[in-house]
Every structure is written in structure tokens, then in C-alpha cells.
């Protein structure tokens, strides 16, 4: 597939999980903006997604000190407004100033059974709001091990797509995490994670005219870390990463975001 173009702008999504109270997501923060400077946000969008309890706090001190960080919301609610307790809505989140909202990681499909039905309502929800919806996909170890690891993942990927239009295709992101590489310091090879973003890409030219599929940005999620950041971003059809352990530590999640210095 075509090479990433100045419109594929690497993001690096640092997805923090259940992890951080709001002190110390500004703490967290705080030790990122320290080494981050303009140039790195020039190169490349860098996002963090704290907890819902921590946005409004990372919101105030990243308005404050005018910092170059994005932020978004691990989850967002299909739902518009009203009787669902405990849902957090798109608008919301919207207000708050959130980027981006994962829908479809694979800790909300295993855990909370969200299926593709699901994460497509979230995501057009998302869209509503014009927050920009990270939809992840990905094959467990099972699916990888009888080869059906680029099916798995399209099928995911048509089902969150669903009555997505083209103008809010072209702003949505698209993470591959192999559900055996999340967490497990077992990371994809490049060329396994080139393999799926490129039939994601060719997916999406499929699916939609206009030049779309060049313009959506595919991360790959999965042990990411400083020491092998830099070959899979060597990959064609890999924009970017979504992270979860090293973006814990502001010193690996920062080498990660500046990969361009680091040895392929
Ligand atoms: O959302 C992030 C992914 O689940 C990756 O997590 P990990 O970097 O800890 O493997």
C-alpha cells in the first residue's frame, strides 16, 4: 500500500487503562511535558487516555500550560443522554475537550461482552459528537494460530465501520492489537503488524471512494515499547501506536513518541 503521507500525521495514544488516580495522571502528565517539546508535536500527535476521574484534571493542566497533549476517554456510551447509569456520554466528553474515544478494545469486548453491534454504535456516537473514535480490532492467540488472524480482524472491522459514512471514516483511527501481544511483552512481529494494517487499508479502499483509505490513520497496539517502536513505525501501514504499560513511565512512553531518534 501507499507510504504514510504528510495527511497520515503519527499519533501516539498512550492508553493508561485502570491506572491512575487525577493526582497522579497530572503528575503523570506533567513528567511528559517536561521532555515533549514543539518540534515532537510537530512530528507526531501524542494522546494520552487516562481514566474518566482523571480527564478533567489532565483537561485543566494541559489548557493551562497550553501543553501540546491530547487526551481521550477509554470507553463513551452508545447512548445519547438519559436513564443509563453509570455511561459516560460522547457530548460529555466532547465538552471536556477529549480528542479521541477507544471503542472496541479488547479488554471492553472480553470483559464487558461488547460485540461489533456495540462498538459501532459507540463509535458512530463518537462521531456524532465529533470526537474522533480509535476502533480497535484484533485476533486472539486461537484465531492467529489457525490463520484466520486477517479475517478475524476485517470482520471486526466491517461490523464497527457499519453505516459509518466516508467524511467520518476519514477522521476515525483503526488500532490492531492482537489480543496475545496486549500486556504480554509479546510483541507483534513489524511485518505481522504490516501484514494486518495493509488488508485493514485495503479494507477501507474497499469500502469507501475518495481517497479515504490513505488518509485513516492505523495504529498497532500491543507491548509496544521504546526498544521496538521504531520498526514497526518503519512499517508502510503503521501510523502510530496505541500503548498501554510504557505509557506509564513518562520516560519510555516519551522515547516512544520519538521514535525518528531511535535505531530501525
Ligand atoms: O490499548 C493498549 C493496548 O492494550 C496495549 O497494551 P500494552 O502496551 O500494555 O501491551
Not at 466528553?93 to 478494545?105: I, R, S
Not at 466491517?158 to 467520518?168: F, H, P, S, V, Y
Not at 507483534?188 to 485493514?200: K, Y
Not at 469500502?207 to 521504546?226: F, N, P, Q, T, W
Amino acid at each position: 500500500m501507499a507510504p504514510a503521507t504528510p495527511s497520515r500525521k503519527p499519533l501516539m495514544a498512550g492508553n493508561w487503562k485502570m491506572n491512575n488516580n487525577h493526582l497522579e495522571a497530572i503528575a503523570l502528565v506533567q513528567k511528559m511535558a517536561f521532555a515533549l517539546k514543539e518540534p515532537d508535536y510537530d512530528a507526531v500527535d501524542v494522546a494520552v487516555i487516562p481514566p474518566f476521574t482523571a480527564i478533567r484534571s489532565v483537561q485543566t493542566l494541559i489548557d493551562a500550560d497550553r501543553l501540546g497533549i491530547q487526551y481521550g476517554a477509554q470507553d463513551v456510551s452508545q447512548h445519547a443522554s438519559g436513564a443509563y447509569t453509570g455511561e459516560i456520554s460522547a457530548a460529555m466528553l466532547a465538552k471536556l475537550g477529549c480528542t479521541y474515544a477507544v471503542v472496541g478494545h479488547s479488554e471492553r469486548r472480553q470483559y464487558h461482552a461488547e460485540d461489533d453491534a456495540v462498538v459501532n454504535a459507540k463509535a458512530r456516537a463518537a462521531l456524532a459528537a465529533d470526537l474522533t473514535p480509535i476502533l480497535c480490532v484484533g485476533e486472539g492467540l486461537e484465531v492467529r494460530k489457525a490463520g484466520e488472524h486477517v479475517r478475524h480482524c476485517l470482520t471486526q472491522l466491517d461490523g464497527g465501520l457499519e453505516k459509518i459514512t466516508a467524511e467520518q471514516a476519514r477522521r476515525t483511527v483503526i488500532a490492531y492489537e492482537p489480543v496475545w501481544a496486549i500486556g504480554t511483552g509479546e510483541v507483534a512481529t513489524p511485518q505481522d503488524a504490516q501484514e494486518v494494517c495493509a488488508e485493514i487499508r485495503t479494507r477501507i479502499a474497499e469500502l469507501y471512494d475518495g481517497g479515504v483509505a490513505d488518509e485513516v490513520r492505523i495504529l498497532y497496539g500491543g507491548s509496544v515499547k521504546g526498544g521496538n517502536v521504531a520498526k514497526l513505525m518503519a512499517q508502510d501501514d503503521v501510523d502510530g501506536a496505541l500503548v498501554g504499560g510504557a505509557s506509564l513511565d513518562p520516560g519510555e512512553f516519551v522515547k516512544i513518541c520519538r521514535y525518528r531518534e531511535l535505531p530501525v
